[in-house]
């Protein structure tokens, strides 16, 4: 039998903890239910930013202004009760109609951005890259320079050539508002590292490349000469027999690299001419001092893997292809027969940009 004076403290307990208990109960159930509230969004969806060093009760004003949540304190107050839920992360993010109170502070404290897409494309020039990043309207602005010095920017102690061309990998990158350009191309040039890596050491045997650069400059001269993806090989084929007999490369793009803004259009036969362009193939031996271009995986594999053949000479015929000689007689030939093509309205040396 229990004690009259146990019984009488137990009755004056459960008196004052079984309010408090439907108290918390009921305060359990209404946060629960206003954390599972749908945002009011007039739109499918809508992106809301966060800027950095935007605190919780800031986030919280912010809903609030526009239109998406009421009793502002009651968040407020589970922000400063949960310090755990609050630790929100600044950035842009995107909400879908139907999405809740409670899912949209997972997203801000997972930091669960709009992700945003540019694409670096092949046969651009590092000067080309750059300017392309300044145009992003949501990449923060940051001074880079094409030299030796952006390795510094990019937090790269030894890169593979002191100067940046064609260090850079080709491809589709994810970003995120207010993002650094450095950020992108460090791992654009991490990427060019992986890939390169990766097919030098699936080359064929007995190429006349002393390393995975040379390479890479090869690489980019046959992503600057065609855009035909049969041809690579082909292309590579007719440089390697070259640099084999010790002929010149005698290829146009490196010259037109070499002359920078001074080229407007029109290679001429004193571009062709100039010993002191040191891009100038046609007048200086072997391969280039650096690549010319970023180039693709594709153009890296043919420069690794060149087509077996006797071709050492190719011309434009007109289409965006190109028409092989091995003997400086059909060359010639060649030359005659599709340079007349110059004089039609379609004529073009290589494939325009949608058909890559």
């Known amino acids: 039998m229990i004690p009259i004076s146990i019984y009488k403290l137990f009755k004056a307990a459960l008196a004052v903890l079984f309010p408090l208990i439907l108290t918390v109960l009921a305060a359990t159930w209404y946060l629960n239910t206003y954390l599972n509230r749908e945002l009011p969004l007039t739109e499918p969806t809508a992106v809301f930013v966060l800027a950095p060093g935007t605190g919780f009760s800031a986030m919280v004003n912010q809903l609030q202004g526009l239109g998406w949540l009421k009793q502002p304190r009651v968040l407020k107050l589970y922000g400063r009760l949960n ?4 630790e929100i992360k600044a950035g842009e993010y995107r909400f879908e109609k139907g999405v809740t109170l ?10 669960d951005v709009v992700r945003h897409q540019l694409t670096l494309l092949e046969g651009w020039t590092v000067a080309q890259v ?7 309207e949501l990449l923060v602005k940051q001074v880079l320079t094409n030299d030796s010095s952006l390795w510094k920017t990019l937090g790269v102690d030894e890169p593979l050539a002191p100067l940046p061309e064609g260090l850079f990998f080709p491809d589709t990158y994810d970003y995120h508002l207010n993002d650094q350009p450095s950020n992108i191309l460090l791992r654009a040039y991490k990427r060019l590292q992986f890939v390169l890596n990766e097919e030098w050491e699936a080359r064929e045997a007995g190429l006349p490349y002393e390393n995975a650069y040379e390479a890479l400059v090869m690489a980019s001269i046959i992503e600057k000469e065609t855009g035909v993806p049969e041809e690579r090989g082909q292309i590579a084929g007719v440089f390697v027999r070259r640099l084999r007999m010790g002929m010149r490369l005698q290829t146009d793009p490196t010259v037109i690299y070499g002359l920078g803004d001074v080229y407007k259009g029109n290679l001429r036969g004193s571009h062709l001419r100039d010993e002191n ?6 007048k200086q031996q072997g391969l280039p001092p650096t690549p010319i271009a970023l180039a693709g995986r594709e153009a890296i594999h043919a420069a690794l893997h060149p087509a077996d053949g006797d071709a050492i000479f190719f011309v434009a015929k007109g289409d965006g292809t190109h028409a092989f000689s091995a003997t400086l007689q059909e060359h010639e030939a060649a030359v005659k027969r599709y340079q007349l093509s110059q004089r039609k309205t379609n004529y073009r040396s290589a494939p325009p940009i949608s058909e890559k």
């Open 102 to 111: 409670a899912e949209t502070l997972a997203m801000m404290r997972a930091g």
């Open 277 to 282: 362009n040191i891009y100038n193939t046609y």
């Open 83 to 86: 310090p755990a839920a609050a």
């Open 130 to 136: 750059l300017l392309y990043l300044e145009s992003q």
